[in-house]
């Protein structure tokens, strides 16, 4: 799995790209952030089914690495596009495989919706998303998603396994009801350390990401349900009224009368609530 570096600015010797918009270092440093190339042909076959691109695909792979799944997707995709911050890892990507269109950028910043869908066919995302920057590139996909359909990501698995989790858990948070608003996420593979060369410290999760037409519930105002989401799990040992209360800046009395004209208990912790509830919050606070 090829972890990405603080990235450089995006170029590619195709004008019509989408670009990256942010700047970067020097590639020297991709180490420091982590970098482990997956090596399991097998692995790589599995996180490729998942998506199951056919010859009317696009399919956008982020951090392709040494090419372990761009060559399957290259072989079974109508179209592939590999975005890599690594000049070096770029150059040799795109003479290994002619026919994949890679490009040098920072997945967390390219414009994904600027790229031309296919007219029959979807627009995939697979890839191995870094250990240091896979949370910002998640936000970035999901921030994009009318411009996605499926997605196979692979992230270290305790990330993967709080955007999957449900409510009552443990690992349930923000992440996982602002991803599991917008889109269907599933943990679909574990993939073990010596999966990869060099293997990392941890385990890798593959999370299997369809997007949703519509919101899975209906938002007076996103940018407020974000808030009051962020704020319920920005003191997760406190009761949701003290959370809210503190994180939004409102008279606790207030978050406690409102959560139970809403129906929520105010006493109840934030990991046990729905996004429903969550939603209902959000449009009387």
Same mark, same amino acid.
Request: positive net charge; without cysteine; charged residues 25%.
């Given at each position: 799995m090829a972890r990405r570096r603080s990235p450089r600015r995006a170029a590619s010797t195709r004008p019509s790209w989408p670009t990256s918009r942010r700047g970067g270092v020097r590639a020297t440093k991709?180490?420091?952030?982590?970098?482990?190339?997956?090596?399991?042909?097998?692995?790589?076959? %599995?996180?490729?089914?998942?998506?199951?691109?056919?010859?009317?695909?696009?399919?956008?792979e982020i951090g392709p690495g040494e090419g372990a799944l761009?060559?399957?997707?290259? #072989?079974?995709?109508? #179209? !592939? *596009?590999?975005?890599?911050?690594?000049?070096?890892?770029?150059?040799?990507?795109?003479?290994?495989?002619?026919s994949v269109e890679v490009v040098e950028a920072d997945a967390?910043?390219?414009? +994904?919706?600027?790229?031309?869908?296919?007219?029959?066919?979807?627009?995939?995302?697979?890839?191995?998303?870094? +250990?240091?920057?896979?949370?910002p590139i998640l936000a970035a996909l999901v921030a994009a998603r009318t411009a996605i359909d499926e997605m196979a990501l692979m992230l270290q698995r305790e990330v993967a396994?709080? *955007?999957? %989790?449900?409510p009552g858990s443990k690992t349930y948070g923000s992440l996982s009801v602002l991803s599991q608003l917008y889109c269907d996420v599933r943990l679909a593979l574990r993939v073990p350390p010596g999966a990869f060369r060099p293997p990392p410290a941890?385990?890798?999760?593959?999370?299997? *990401?369809? !997007?949703?037409?519509?919101?899975?519930?209906?938002?007076?105002d996103e940018s407020r349900f974000r808030a009051v989401v962020q704020a319920?799990?920005?003191?997760?040992?406190?009761?949701? %009224?003290?959370?809210?209360?503190?994180?939004?800046?409102?008279?606790?009395?207030?978050?406690?009368?409102?959560?139970?004209?809403?129906?929520?208990?105010?006493?109840?912790?934030?990991?046990?609530?729905?996004?429903?509830?969550f939603a209902e919050l959000a449009r009387r606070l």
């Open positions: 991709r180490r420091a952030l982590g970098q482990h190339f997956l090596r399991d042909a097998g692995i790589a076959r %599995a996180i490729v089914d998942l998506v199951a691109p056919t010859a009317a695909d696009l399919v956008i761009t060559g399957e997707l290259a #072989r079974r995709a109508g #179209r !592939v *596009v590999a975005l890599e911050v690594d000049r070096g890892l770029v150059e040799r990507l795109r003479a290994r495989f002619p967390r910043a390219w414009e +994904y919706g600027a790229i031309a869908r296919p007219r029959e066919g979807r627009v995939l995302v697979a890839g191995n998303l870094p +250990y240091s920057v896979g949370k396994e709080r *955007v999957a %989790a449900p941890v385990e890798s999760g593959v999370l299997h *990401v369809r !997007v949703r037409p519509a919101p899975r519930v209906p938002l007076a319920a799990f920005g003191q997760r040992r406190k009761t949701l %009224a003290n959370a809210l209360a503190r994180g939004l800046g409102l008279p606790l009395e207030v978050v406690r009368r409102t959560a139970t004209t809403t129906g929520v208990d105010p006493g109840r912790r934030a990991e046990t609530l729905t996004i429903l509830e």
